[in-house]
């Protein structure tokens, strides 16, 4: 399947079976780490979520575009790029050192399980869309938070708790 072909999936607002069945076991899954509990790196859990977001931010600003219109493009045509781009660097090495002084082994791991996703969005989004686009860039989120929780979970049960 092509590119534009992809894109125009996405545009489409209906929703198909496979999205169901791919929202359903994100859920199941999201719900089943956090059941599993993730002890004492709630800190990085939740740092998580704003690693997330700096590594959206500098993807909205720094890969090529999906499309000239749409979110992505209306994000990156209203920023000071320099500006934005290194506010999104700097927050996201200030909150690994913030992780890192608190729990250096889930400091490390959420870095690096953060960056793995983000070169994964990168060559996602260019491979198979020619760029980004809002909707990738939500879809970044919700997976590198998926495998920051699987991590924590990981690192709990490697612990032996």
């Known amino acids: 399947m092509d590119k534009e072909k992809r894109l125009e999936?996405?545009?489409?607002?209906?929703?198909?079976?496979?999205a169901?069945?791919?929202?359903?076991?994100?859920?199941?899954?999201?719900?089943?780490?956090?059941c599993e509990?993730?002890?004492?790196?709630?800190?990085?859990?939740c740092m998580g979520y704003f690693i997330?977001?700096?590594?959206?931010?500098?993807?909205?600003?720094?890969?090529?575009?999906?499309?000239n219109t749409g979110l992505a493009a209306a994000?990156?045509?209203?920023?000071?790029?320099?500006?934005s781009v290194t506010v999104?660097?700097?927050?996201?090495?200030?909150?690994?050192?913030?992780?890192?002084?608190?729990?250096?082994?889930?400091?490390?791991?959420?870095?690096?399980?953060?960056?793995?996703?983000?070169?994964g969005h990168y060559i996602n989004c260019v491979k198979n869309f020619g760029g980004i686009s809002g909707d990738l860039s939500g879809a970044f989120l919700q997976v590198c938070e998926l495998a920051i929780l699987a991590a924590a979970v990981f690192l709990r049960k490697m612990n032996g708790v």
């Open 88 to 119: 999104c660097i700097i927050g996201f090495i200030l909150e690994c050192a913030v992780m890192i002084c608190v729990d250096m082994t889930g400091g490390i791991v959420t870095a690096a399980v953060s960056l793995i996703c983000f070169a």
């Open 9 to 18: 999936i996405m545009k489409d607002p209906n929703c198909g079976a496979f």
């Open 37 to 45: 509990g993730i002890g004492d790196n709630i800190f990085t859990v």
């Open 75 to 83: 994000f990156r045509k209203g920023a000071s790029q320099k500006l």
């Open 52 to 67: 997330s977001r700096s590594l959206s931010g500098a993807a909205v600003l720094t890969f090529p575009l999906a499309k």
């Open 20 to 34: 169901v069945m791919g929202g359903i076991g994100y859920f199941a899954l999201s719900t089943g780490l956090w």
